[in-house]
């Protein structure tokens, strides 16, 4: 398994940007898939982005496109989370996980073994 430790959320107004940082120890390559969740009060985990270790393969959700950018950075063994423009509807818990790669996305938080404690993320309008 690899041991994710989150950092990067805040407070922050409607607009603003914020970059969440996702540092992995243990096994990091291109067989290891990540991703970010959230989760808001009341609501149920749901999928943010994701992306093969190498970074050749990723994808974000319908509500996170254009505005959220996943990368990964081998130097660091770290996962980035960008988000811009962000929105009061954003504000959740964020959460990266891992899990081998398998040839394509996982987008359920089922499939993921690791995960991290979490960053809070709260925007203000």
């Known amino acids: 398994q690899v041991h994710l430790v989150e950092s990067g959320g805040g407070l922050v107004q409607t607009g603003d940007s914020l970059t969440l940082s996702c540092a992995a120890s243990?096994?990091?390559?291109?067989?290891?898939?990540m991703g970010w969740f959230r989760q808001a009060p009341g609501k149920e985990r749901e999928f943010v982005s994701a992306?093969?270790?190498?970074?050749?393969?990723?994808l974000y959700a319908d509500s996170v496109k254009g505005r959220f950018t996943i990368t990964t950075d081998n130097a660091r063994n770290t996962v980035y989370l960008q988000m811009n423009n962000l929105k009061p509807e954003d504000t959740a818990i964020y959460y990266c996980?891992?899990?081998?790669?398998?040839?394509?996305?996982?987008?359920?938080?089922?499939?993921?073994?690791?995960w991290g404690q979490g960053t809070q993320v709260t925007v203000s309008s």
């Open positions: 992306i093969r270790w190498s970074g050749e393969m990723m």
């Open positions: 996980a891992a899990d081998s790669w398998r040839g394509f996305i996982l987008t359920r938080p089922t499939e993921y073994a690791s």
């Open positions: 243990g096994r990091t390559s291109s067989s290891v898939a």
